[in-house]
Each structure stands twice: as C-alpha cells, then as structure tokens.
T-cell receptor, first 115, second 116 residues
Framework: AQSVTQLGSHVSVSEGALVLLRCNYSSSVPPYLFWYVQYPNQGLQLLLKYTTGATLVKGINGFEAEFKKSETSFHLTKPSAHMSDAAEYFCAVSDRDNQGGKLIFGQGTELSVKP | DAGVIQSPRHEVTEMGQEVTLRCKPISGHDYLFWYRQTMMRGLELLIYFNNNVPIDDSGMPEDRFSAKMPNASFSTLKIQPSEPRDSAVYFC??????????????FGPGTRLTVT
C-alpha cells in the first residue's frame, strides 16, 4: 500500500532563508506526487505536482520540488522564505492506476517564518 | 468559478444532535471527496464519489456517519447522533476526470464542527 512520510511536523526558518520540507513516499511504482499548502482557517491549495517528464517541478509562490526516484523522495524547497509562507504543507501521492483520484496525504509540516 | 462551496462554515451543536454538512462541487467535476482534519489524526479521507456514486466509504468512522450525493452539484455529510469526538474541520474537495490523470483535487474552505 502507498504511504507518505513527512519528516518534521514543524519547521522554523528565518525570513530570507532556504525552505526545505521533506517528503518520502512508499510505492511499488512511481506515483503522481503533489504538494498542497493550507493557510490558517482555509482549505488546501495545490502548490505543485509531478506527473512525468522533468523531475524538477516549479509551482506557485516560488516553490519547487524535485522527484528523486532512487531516494523515493519529493522534497519541497524555496530559496528565500517570506513571512507569507507560514502555513501547513502537505505532501500527497496518487496511484498511477488512479482509482478515482484518491490521494494519500502525509501528516503535514507546519512552517514558521521568523522575522 | 466560485470554487468548492461548503456550508455552514462553523457549526456548534450539542452531543446527540444531528448535524448536516453541505457541499457544492465545482461544476463539471466528476469526483467528490469528504475529509476530516484533526490535530490528532491529521487529514483523513472519509468517503468519495464518482458521478454521484459512492466508490469508497472505508474511511467513514462508524454508522453514525452517512454521506449522499443526490446530484452532480450537491452532497451532504450527516452525523447522527453527534459526539464530542466528532469535533473537527470537515473538508469537501472535487476533481475533474482528466485522461491519463493525475486528478488534482480542489478543496473547499471547510466546516469547523464543535460538538459540546
């Protein structure tokens, strides 16, 4: 069965510093991979997704993620953190057989940005 | 597009009462998902529908929970009777059916349920 592990339930960075949020997945074949962001009191919003092709995926708000098959990872990065990036981030996977588009979510990582 | 619409945004009820949460998916989306989010358990998929038909309800915690989708533009999640442990934020999401996938899900703003 597929699973997603996000390392670190809470990450704190200074404004302007590199953001690195870690995600590892477990799947027999490379799945579709997603990062979602949840701002306080809001629903989840898609940041970026990996389907096929180029392993470095660019998303909204300056975020990007790299799919590394050998490491079964899909870490999210941003070169310079902004105060507005403070939110909870979820990594998710979807089986390529895509049984109804069901997503398996990680437990989430809360990102804090210090001034 | 107005996005996924959920109502009410907040609901406070007493234990034992019936609670009904409502969702209007994005027009043209074939899939609808109900999730529950709590601090302890994170984001849990409760049930999802394809073309108004329930496909997987294995995440529904117990018989007190039921969900319906009478048409393509409306779904309800009902809890009867409600219990304090049902307190959570409930999200509805919808996704289109795209040839070859992946199915990107669009989330509503959620309903914060408090059962006292």
């Amino acid at each position: 069965a597929q699973s997603v592990t996000q390392l670190g339930s809470h990450v704190s960075v200074s404004e302007g510093a590199l953001v690195l949020l870690r995600c590892n997945y477990s799947s027999s074949v490379p799945p579709y991979l997603f990062w979602y962001v949840q701002y306080p009191n809001q629903g989840l919003q898609l940041l970026l997704k990996y389907t096929t092709g180029a392993t470095l995926v660019k998303g909204i708000n300056g975020f990007e993620a790299e799919f590394k098959k050998s490491e079964t990872s899909f870490h999210l990065t941003k070169p310079s953190a902004h105060m507005s990036d403070a939110a909870e981030y979820f990594c998710a996977v979807s089986d390529r057989d895509n049984q109804g588009g069901k997503l398996i979510f990680g437990q989430g990582t809360e990102l804090s940005v210090k001034p | 597009d107005a996005g996924v619409i959920q109502s009410p945004r907040h609901e406070v009820t007493e234990m034992g009462q019936e609670v009904t949460l409502r969702c209007k998916p994005i027009s043209g989306h074939d899939y609808l998902f109900w999730y529950r989010q709590t601090m302890m358990r994170g984001l849990e998929l409760l049930i999802y529908f394809n073309n108004n038909v329930p496909i997987d309800d294995s995440g529904m915690p117990e018989d007190r929970f039921s969900a319906k989708m009478p048409n393509a533009s409306f779904s309800t999640l009902k809890i009867q009777p409600s219990e304090p442990r049902d307190s959570a934020v409930y999200f509805c999401a919808s996704s289109p059916r795209l040839a070859g996938g992946p199915y990107e899900q669009y989330f509503g703003p959620g309903t914060r349920l408090t059962v006292t």
